[in-house]
């Protein structure tokens, strides 16, 4: 990528889990595919996961707002972090959802703008910001 040209996306725009299941509780999903009720595993659970939120929706939404976290996706930029170094400002940073803190990003200047981050989903940045963070993290 030139480098001039910012990647607005990240690259994947989901995070892969593991789960176990039962061998019955995979025999019915696996049967449900088969009936033609879901295309394949992953769409079942992606179903059910989404309609457990639903359910729970109002208690999410408060939450959220008690612990004051941004939800979605929040993206912090060199110049962000250069801009509240030169502001003698230390961020706390509370996301639900993709926090990502960008390439150009020293572990430096992590360390002296950020004093805690708090991410409830994922966080993408380099290894070296993550390990630099890794004391300010929870």
């Given at each position: 990528?030139?480098?001039?040209?910012?990647?607005?996306?990240?690259?994947?725009?989901?995070?892969?889990?593991?789960?176990?299941?039962?061998?019955?509780?995979?025999?019915?999903?696996?049967?449900?595919?088969?009936?033609?009720f879901?295309?394949?595993?992953?769409?079942?659970?992606?179903?059910?996961?989404?309609?457990?939120?639903?359910?729970?929706?109002?208690?999410?939404?408060?939450s959220?707002?008690?612990?004051?976290?941004?939800?979605?996706?929040?993206?912090?930029?060199?110049?962000?972090?250069?801009?509240?170094?030169?502001?003698?400002?230390?961020?706390?940073i509370?996301?639900?959802?993709?926090?990502?803190?960008?390439?150009?990003?020293?572990?430096?200047?992590?360390?002296?703008?950020?004093?805690?981050?708090?991410?409830?989903?994922?966080?993408?940045?380099?290894?070296?910001?993550?390990?630099?963070?890794?004391?300010?993290?929870?």
């Open positions: 990528m030139p480098s001039n040209v910012q990647e607005l996306r990240p690259k994947a725009d989901s995070e892969k889990i593991t789960i176990n299941l039962g061998f019955v509780d995979l025999g019915q999903i696996d049967l449900l595919v088969q009936e033609g879901y295309s394949n595993r992953t769409d079942f659970i992606r179903t059910a996961i989404r309609n457990q939120l639903d359910r729970h929706n109002d208690n999410v939404r408060n959220v707002a008690r612990h004051q976290l941004d939800l979605g996706l929040r993206h912090f930029t060199r110049q962000d972090l250069e801009t509240a170094r030169a502001a003698g400002e230390v961020l706390h509370q996301v639900l959802g993709l926090a990502t803190i960008a390439p150009d990003v020293t572990p430096e200047l992590a360390r002296q703008t950020i004093g805690s981050l708090h991410v409830l989903g994922a966080l993408h940045a380099s290894a070296a910001v993550k390990e630099a963070l890794r004391d300010r993290m929870r």
